[in-house]
């Protein structure tokens, strides 16, 4: 029997889809800046030297900002099982099991939330002006890069988890349009009315 693809609440499909399409924005960008501008540790060279990749890679990350911190916020409210958990750590001596795989599977999910949020971080710390004076030197230019490595990397293996654990199912089920009628926008209104009326986190 082919495996059922699961259902995701419209929320998390909403924020995770936009935060994808930022994060891989970003990280697009962020590479075509430093391919122009930079190229040490080795270059495509792709792009010539513009200052206009510079601004946009920072827009991107202008609007990063309010959307990751709406993720975080319900990944750890709400989709606390996904990330790692007290006894992640005694469960990667099962190797080769199920739960195994699930805990692998919640250490990316964690990975790629943290890899976000420092090249977030480290981005607010740079001058647009290093890069176009030659300033190739500053910690939190180098700081970035591994950040951007770091970005790189999880996305990698949070996909890869993905598949390994859900397979196909889990990846379309982030893409369906399909919503429960608990989870209708409709409702949406109703629900922060009572939130607001009883804020509970």
């Avoid at 540790?41 to 010539?48: P, Q």
């Avoid at 319900?74 to 958990?85: K, M």
Wanted: hydrophobic residues 50%; proline residues 7%.
């Amino acid at each position: 029997m082919p495996p059922t693809k699961p259902y995701q609440p419209l929320t998390l499909r909403l924020l995770h889809g936009i935060t994808a399409l930022i994060v891989i924005s970003a990280a697009i960008a962020g590479f075509l800046v430093y391919d122009s501008w930079d190229g040490r540790f080795g270059r495509l060279g792709l792009t010539v030297k513009n200052r206009d990749l510079i601004d946009i890679h920072g827009t991107i990350a202008f609007f990063l900002l309010p959307i990751l911190i709406l993720l975080t916020i319900y990944s750890i409210r709400v989709g606390h099982r996904r990330l790692i958990q007290p006894d992640s750590f005694s469960k990667l001596k099962e190797v080769g099991q199920p739960i195994w795989w699930y805990t692998l599977q919640r250490f990316a999910n964690t990975l790629m939330l943290i890899a976000a949020l420092f090249a977030l971080l480290s981005g607010k710390f740079q001058d647009e002006n290093w890069l176009p004076q030659g300033e190739l030197n500053h910690p939190w230019y180098y700081a970035h890069l591994i950040a951007w490595c770091g970005v790189v990397i999880a996305l990698a293996l949070h996909l890869l988890m993905g598949i390994k654990v859900g397979g196909i199912p889990l990846l379309l089920s982030m893409f369906d349009s399909k919503t429960r009628p608990d989870d209708n926008p409709k409702l949406w209104p109703e629900k922060i009315k009572n939130w607001l009326r009883n804020p509970h986190w």
